[in-house]
């Protein structure tokens, strides 16, 4: 079996010496194993190492007039690109001192003159073995790191798709949520991104936070999959009684993701903000919503991102008990739910956003008989007030109509 440490073809080597009998004796001593570069000086040392092909190891004399060998080392070290390269400092000082100098500022060996030829060939072959050891693991490294990086990735994009298609579950339940999920997901990072810098949310939206908000949002309505259809497929308005049986979806959802939770070991973010966003998505400001009727701040940030989101994409999208409001008329809702439904300051980045909200349906709309908001097809048959929604309820999948 063939070494991989085993020196495949001729490395180069560069000599470094102001006397022209030592950079011959090292040329022929070393030529016919290597390719070899001589330099008379430092400072014609360095120009050789700038160039593409870099030598595989230095010889390098200490006492030369102008740049000493010290000063050479001192630079190459400096520098990224030549910091790898070994050098092996080649002298007449003998001193134990001078030696550890050398071996201090990052040599990797010190042969003193005059040489014996053949532990001179020795070490320069053991050092160069050496280097090709660390740059064969330096790039076995790269590789594992880019493979770690690329299952990561794998996995990444696995679980994005496991969480949907269980969210999807719940979904194809509903009455023609179609897309939601994924409108509902881009909402809620364009809103957080918005706010990732208001002073009241930027300690909690860091990049990670959205980044676990996004992928746990589409399980806000995973606790759908347990409410009878009965009530869940009602193509009229839910009577009181069945109201408050769909209002069970959310203490549902957070019992699954509870499950789910405890079947694994690790304390990972995503499970907090599943929990926060499926349980609390349907709270208002004012404390008026459900399950526990929290108010304000109490609420968590995620669930009060959701909300906007949520509300937004169920008045824009049609249901058998009603058809798709206008992108213009689901903002006018939205805007005047500010600090009643909805934390002030997100209907106000809300209404900053308003036209990504707009592409966001667009680009993930159903098709042209889901989300007609776009077209005002509706509007003058169907005026706003002759219809009171109550748009928690109706991101539920049910809605109070009166004529």
């Known amino acids: 079996m063939t070494n991989p440490l085993e020196l495949r073809g001729k490395c180069t080597v560069l000599v470094v010496d102001d006397t022209p009998d030592n950079l011959s004796l090292m040329s022929g001593l070393l030529r016919s194993d290597y390719k070899v570069k001589?330099?008379?000086?430092?400072?014609?040392?360095?120009?050789?190492?700038?160039?593409?092909?870099?030598?595989?190891?230095i010889l390098l004399d200490i006492m030369?007039?102008?740049?000493?060998?010290?000063?050479?080392?001192?630079?190459?070290?400096?520098?990224?690109?030549?910091?790898?390269?070994?050098?092996?400092?080649?002298?007449?000082?003998?001193?134990s001192e001078d030696e550890t100098t050398g071996l201090e500022l990052g040599a990797v060996d010190y042969i003193t003159k005059p040489i014996n030829p053949a532990i001179t060939l020795a070490r320069v072959r053991n050092h160069l073995q050496l280097k090709r050891a660390r740059d064969l693991l330096a790039h076995q490294n790269h590789y594992l790191e880019q493979e770690v990086a690329r299952r990561t990735q794998e996995v990444a994009e696995l679980q994005d798709v496991t969480v949907r298609a269980m969210a999807s579950l719940a979904e194809t339940r509903d009455n023609e949520t179609g897309n939601h999920i994924r409108r509902t997901q881009h909402y809620v990072q364009a809103l957080a991104r918005k706010l990732q810098h208001h002073p009241r949310f930027q300690e909690e939206l860091s990049d990670a936070a959205i980044e676990m908000i996004f992928k746990s949002a589409p399980l806000h309505d995973i606790g759908k999959v347990g409410i009878p259809d009965r009530i869940l497929l009602k193509p009229g308005p839910l009577t009181p009684e069945e109201f408050e049986v769909m209002k069970t979806h959310t203490t549902l959802g957070l019992?699954?993701?509870?499950?789910?939770?405890?079947?694994?070991?690790?304390?990972?973010p995503f499970f907090r903000y599943a929990k926060e966003i499926t349980y609390s998505?349907?709270?208002?400001?004012?404390?008026?919503?459900?399950?526990?009727?929290?108010?304000?701040?109490?609420?968590?940030?995620?669930?009060?991102?959701?909300?906007?989101?949520?509300?937004?994409?169920a008045l824009i999208s049609a249901r058998v008990y009603k058809p798709a409001y206008t992108h213009e008329r689901a903002v006018k809702i939205i805007q005047?739910?500010?600090?009643?439904?909805?934390?002030?300051?997100?209907?106000?980045?809300?209404?900053?956003?308003?036209?990504?909200?707009?592409?966001?349906?667009?680009?993930?709309?159903d098709s042209e008989h889901a989300l007609h908001f776009e077209m005002e097809r509706m509007a003058a048959?169907?005026?706003?007030?002759?219809?009171?929604?109550?748009?928690?309820t109706l991101a539920s999948g049910g809605a109070e109509t009166t004529q």
């Open 381 to 392: 048959d169907l005026p706003a007030e002759n219809i009171v929604v109550d748009s928690a």
């Open 64 to 95: 030369m007039p102008g740049m000493d060998g010290y000063e050479v080392l001192r630079r190459l070290q400096f520098n990224p690109e030549t910091e790898d390269i070994p050098v092996i400092f080649l002298t007449a000082m003998s001193a």
């Open 38 to 57: 001589l330099a008379p000086s430092g400072e014609r040392a360095l120009q050789i190492v700038a160039g593409e092909s870099k030598p595989d190891l």
């Open 336 to 365: 005047d739910g500010r600090g009643s439904h909805f934390d002030p300051d997100m209907v106000d980045a809300f209404m900053s956003l308003a036209e990504d909200f707009r592409r966001i349906a667009l680009r993930f709309a």
């Open 281 to 313: 998505h349907q709270e208002k400001w004012d404390g008026s919503g459900y399950p526990q009727g929290l108010v304000g701040n109490t609420i968590p940030l995620s669930a009060r991102l959701m909300a906007v989101a949520d509300v937004y994409d």
């Open 255 to 268: 019992e699954a993701i509870l499950a789910a939770e405890r079947e694994t070991t690790q304390n990972n």
